[in-house]
T-cell receptor, first 114, second 115 residues
Framework: DAGVIQSPRHEVTEMGQEVTLRCKPISGHNSLFWYRQTMMRGLELLIYFNNNVPIDDSGMPEDRFSAKMPNASFSTLKIQPSEPRDSAVYFC????????????FGPGTRLTVL | AQKITQTQPGMFVQEKEAVTLDCTYDTSDPSYGLFWYKQPSSGEMIFLIYQGSYDQQNATEGRYSLNFQKARKSANLVISASQLGDSAMYFCAMRVLYNTDKLIFGTGTRLQVFP
């Protein structure tokens, strides 16, 4: 079975540009999570969805970040405008249901903002 | 507040030996889950093992076992018969159940296995 799929795997962009990260969760999973990993802050949750509905976006750093889940098999995380401090690895994860199930991570997108 | 602490930034172990990676947690909620993930140099996060707070027995998955000591609030990962491919970062994480789905991660331990 396919795991969580993320694209692109690497993204290099210039400050001020819009960046869109994409995620396809494991088929049948109802919860989707976006995490960010940096050396300074480690792994932190940005936002998560359950049944395509955003449940907790308290980790989204600021208005430049937005996330959508238009259907059960696709989610995007958008940064507009991007800044050098947004450089990080962004992970998408999914789980079968809320609360009790293991979260399986995608391979991550390494974002570099110059 | 929930917190995960991993006090070992780095560990070395010889191939075929066992190694224990420490993890302590802090929560006042009675229902929670503890997870270990492996992150090799390629960057992906690989789920290893899960322990629920009400589980009576320590979790095991192949060469991985979780030494769960509830009173001490510790959830150490034991890797038996280490292999060179076990060299990676290892993260302990906690989720408080029926409250939030947020996984709270520790800072990680870098394990290096040498021949």
């Amino acid at each position: 079975d396919a795991g969580v799929i993320q694209s692109p795997r690497h993204e290099v962009t210039e400050m001020g540009q819009e960046v869109t990260l994409r995620c396809k969760p494991i088929s049948g999973h109802n919860s989707l999570f976006w995490y960010r990993q940096t050396m300074m802050r480690g792994l932190e949750l940005l936002i998560y969805f359950n049944n395509n509905v955003p449940i907790d976006d308290s980790g989204m750093p600021e208005d430049r970040f937005s996330a959508k889940m238009p259907n059960a098999s696709f989610s995007t995380l958008k940064i507009q405008p991007s800044e050098p401090r947004d450089s990080a690895v962004y992970f998408c994860a999914s789980s079968l249901t809320q609360h009790t199930d293991t979260q399986y991570f995608g391979p991550g997108t390494r974002l570099t903002v110059l | 507040a929930q917190k995960i602490t991993q006090t070992q930034p780095g560990m070395f172990v010889q191939e075929k030996e066992a190694v224990t990676l420490d993890c302590t947690y802090d929560t006042s909620d009675p229902s929670y889950g503890l997870f270990w993930y492996k992150q090799p140099s390629s960057g992906e996060m690989i789920f290893l093992i899960y322990q629920g707070s009400y589980d009576q027995q320590n979790a095991t998955e192949g060469r991985y076992s979780l030494n769960f000591q509830k009173a001490r609030k510790s959830a150490n990962l034991v890797i038996s018969a280490s292999q060179l491919g076990d060299s990676a970062m290892y993260f302990c994480a906690m989720r408080v159940l029926y409250n939030t789905d947020k996984l709270i991660f520790g800072t990680g331990t870098r394990l290096q296995v040498f021949p």
